[in-house]
């Protein structure tokens, strides 16, 4: 490799990072044993929540809502007085009747439902609603019984204690305690004898019953809704669903009753009033006609009595409406103490009708909305604006209709006065007869009226029915909806894919080291010359022991080997003095640069091994030589050079110059001008001088060394470097402040995930070698990586 290129500043700038698919794929395969350990984890947890989750189920039933404009037609009048009191239905209003808390209350309430009995079987907990072997009745239950359940365990049929207590009590018999007042009595035959009562709040209760309920209309063009209810009861969800319909049905009717009721107490104190009102009269048309002696009456009488008849019959129609308008108005002001509705049917006026109509549908719907909601409901609030928008309205059009038929009443009488004229000539008593009579007729005509109008409420109220219809009886399903087993196994493999996987994508995001040979060469633009594999122990060990066999054929000095050969492509070719820095302590120089040496030796070189980190030496340590003299005191000008240079013991060629005594100013002794010296005079003894040096990224003491060096090795450590510490290295290539700076990769974990095939002779892998075969889990992962690459 030739390290004279020359590179251009734009060639250094930090280039756009590239998605590398490879080396996303061989992070997953160096992780690939967290898939195996999530997905079993995860397929355990979906077995036990299956175990421990009780399964629900779904009971359904249909409820028609009765129409009136969609129904059958009638054809005579006292049918639509039958139906008088059904009213609109808007579905909209009878879904939110249903999901009212008042009804579901009351449902809870009727079927007992605030306490529940559960039993438990291993990790299954079994709801015991209608099966349970006892069950208790509470007079007083307190707010500790909401928060702990009673343990009841059931010793015969007579017999029974409580929780963890000792103490034995009777069925029947009444107890006090931390949870109220109550009784436990003997129910069905069981297995089950240890019984979990659970008591729950009414409130609450309710609550999760409606958030249990779902109300759907399954058409939009018809009137028909779909009730459905879910709980870990069939039996329980199918009556709730009954006593939620049955309460709603009654609620219905009990509202059409009371308006049915209202009318008819109206009609009846109005017949009351008119039949003492007729009895007066006809006593004294019979007392007249006693007394006066009348008989018959004139041709001439009867011509006036028939246009008189006549005006009186529009004067008897103008005064029964002032009637109704006043008991319009008697109502309107007395609304809401207990004052009978008027019937809407006894007025002809339209406008007023449909007044009169709407404001008793608002007195119902507030009724309803008052029992279901509170008070501040902004509803309510809407509502009782509409009342009394609708009672100023009815209000004001009684008063315009009274006007206009007081202005009739008035003609009328004026038409009247002038027939009675005409009477003048009759006699007195024929004329007295006559008015008599007119009262009569009056009171006769309203009489029978009223008893007419009363019979067809009657009728009506009898009549009375329902205006929804159950289509389909609540049914239950026959398999639990909830959990639905396929779906958690399924969601729990593919978590079990998928939280390796985002856990792997976490730690390659976490990662502020190297990890990958791309990585150096993209950041620093700097040749990698060679790749030294991870030996577990050799940083650590002394003398042999840290040292690579080079007359072996293991992957690890195979690499040496290959560094070796590499070293002439430095340069021009004839670098010899070589030194070995790095970023920081810790990332191989010494390992490197002894194993090299020896390498080089074997080699049949002479090669000299010099300790130029003078402030935290280590090679003494590594190759069990001494340190008592060395470069400090060559450096010094102490000695000869003979009397430092030592034999390392490991090849005949190959020397080694320790540091020595570790010196006050390394930095200054560096640069006192004997160094060059000292390396000139090595140069004629020896064919390679290898310099190790301190970390450039701490001291500055490579930089001085660097000046006499003809080639520089940077050590760049797997998992160990920091990304941050490859930029440097690049701006020292970029500034040529070091000669011929090539990149060693130092400690590399190949294992299943770098990607490299093959080294070396023998088809050795790169890995984890200290002796000539593979260990276990290396070949594992060798075969594991063919596979992959296979597929």
């Not at 729950?200 to 779909?226: A, D």
């Amino acid at each position: 490799m030739n390290q004279n290129a020359e590179f251009t500043q734009d060639s250094f700038e930090e280039q756009d990072k590239k998605f590398d698919f490879q080396s996303y794929l061989r992070a997953f395969i160096r992780y690939w044993f967290l898939f195996p350990i999530f997905l079993v984890i995860s397929l355990m947890a979906a077995f036990f929540f299956l175990q421990i989750k009780q399964p629900v189920y779904l009971a359904q039933a249909t409820l028609l809502i009765k129409d009136e404009k969609k129904g059958i037609s009638s054809g005579g009048d006292i049918i639509e007085q039958m139906t008088q009191f059904g009213g609109n239905k808007l579905v909209e209003n009878e879904v939110e009747v249903l999901k009212s808390q008042t009804l579901m209350e009351q449902t809870a309430r009727e079927l007992q439902l605030d306490v529940n009995y559960e039993t438990t079987d291993g990790l299954k907990t079994i709801d015991l609603y209608k099966i349970s072997p006892i069950s208790v009745k509470a007079e007083l239950i307190s707010e500790f019984a909401y928060q702990n359940p009673l343990v009841v365990h059931v010793k015969d049929n007579q017999t029974f204690t409580l929780n963890d207590e000792e103490t034995v009590h009777k069925f029947g018999q009444k107890l006090r305690n931390a949870w109220g007042i109550f009784t436990v009595n003997k129910d069905v035959e069981s297995l089950y004898t240890d019984v979990n009562v659970v008591f729950r709040n009414i409130s609450s209760l309710t609550g999760s019953m409606l958030g249990n309920l779902e109300i759907v209309n399954t058409n939009p063009k018809s009137t028909v809704l779909e009730l459905t209810y879910e709980d870990t009861s069939l039996q329980r969800g199918k009556d709730v669903l009954n006593k939620l319909l049955d309460v709603y049905v009654q609620s219905s009717l009990n509202d059409k009753n009371n308006e049915a009721s209202n009318t008819l107490k109206f009609i009846e104190s109005r017949l009351g009033l008119i039949t003492g009102e007729l009895g007066d009269v006809e006593r004294d048309v019979e007392s007249y006609k006693r007394n006066q002696g009348l008989t018959d009456i004139s041709a001439e009488s009867n011509l006036y009595l028939q246009n008189i008849k006549e005006n009186d019959a529009q004067l008897n129609d103008v005064n029964i409406k002032i009637s109704v308008l006043e008991s319009v108005d008697k109502y309107i002001k007395n609304a809401g103490d207990g004052t009978p509705a008027p019937a809407t049917y006894m007025i002809d006026d339209p406008v007023l009708v449909q007044l009169l109509t709407r404001y008793n549908d608002l007195q119902l719907q507030r009724e309803k909305y008052a029992q279901t909601t509170q008070a501040s409901n902004p509803l309510l609030g809407t509502i009782n604006t509409q009342l009394s928008n609708t009672k100023e309205a009815v209000r004001e059009n009684v008063q315009n209709l009274r006007r206009g038929l007081e202005v009739t009443k008035q003609s009328l009488e004026a038409v009247n006065s002038r027939f009675s004229a005409g009477l003048r000539g009759i006699p007195q008593k024929e004329r007295e007869y006559v008015g008599i009579k007119r009262q009569q007729s009056i009171k006769e005509g309203l009489y029978l009226y009223l008893l007419q109008k009363r019979e067809e409420t009657a009728l009506g109220y009898a009549a009375t029915v329902t205006d929804s219809r159950l289509i389909d009886a609540p049914i239950g399903s026959t398999l639990a909806i909830k959990p639905q087993k396929a779906l958690v196994w399924g969601g729990a493999g593919l978590a079990g894919l998928l939280l390796p996987a985002l856990l792997i994508n976490l730690l390659m995001m976490l990662s502020n080291t190297v990890q990958a040979r791309e990585e150096i060469t993209s950041l620093t633009h700097s040749a990698v010359i060679g790749e030294i594999g991870h030996m577990k122990g050799a940083k650590d060990q002394p003398g042999e022991e840290g040292i690579i066999k080079m007359t072996s054929r293991t992957a690890v000095a195979e690499q040496f080997r290959a560094l070796r050969t590499n070293l002439q492509y430095l340069g021009d070719g004839s670098c010899r003095t070589i030194m070995f820095t790095s970023s920081i302590g810790g990332e191989g120089k010494s390992f490197v640069s002894i194993n090299l040496a020896a390498s080089l030796a074997y080699s049949d070189k002479r090669v000299i091994l010099i300790g130029l980190d003078l402030r935290k030496p280590t090679l003494h340590d590594r190759l069990l030589v001494s340190n008592k003299y060395g470069v400090s005191n060559c450096l010094i000008g102490q000695g000869s050079l003979d009397e430092y240079i030592q034999s390392t013991g490991i090849h005949p060629k190959f020397d080694v110059l320790v540091s020595g005594p570790i010196p006050p100013n390394p930095s200054e002794l560096l640069g006192n001008g004997r160094l060059p010296i000292l390396l000139e005079e090595l140069r004629e003894r020896y064919d390679y001088i290898l310099i190790d040096s301190p970390p450039f990224g701490l001291v500055t003491d490579s930089a001085l060394i660097a000046k006499y060096a003809d080639a520089t090795l940077y050590l760049v450590r797997f998992n160990y470097t920091l990304i941050d510490h490859l930029k440097r290295i690049g701006e020292l290539q970029r500034t040529h402040r070091f000669a011929n700076l090539s990149i060693v990769f130092n400690g590399v974990k190949y294992g299943a995930g770098y990607g490299y095939g093959s080294y070396g002779y023998g088809g050795y892998g790169y890995g984890y070698y200290s002796e000539e075969s593979e260990s276990k889990l290396q070949n594992l992962e060798s075969k594991l990586r063919k596979m992959l690459t296979r597929s």
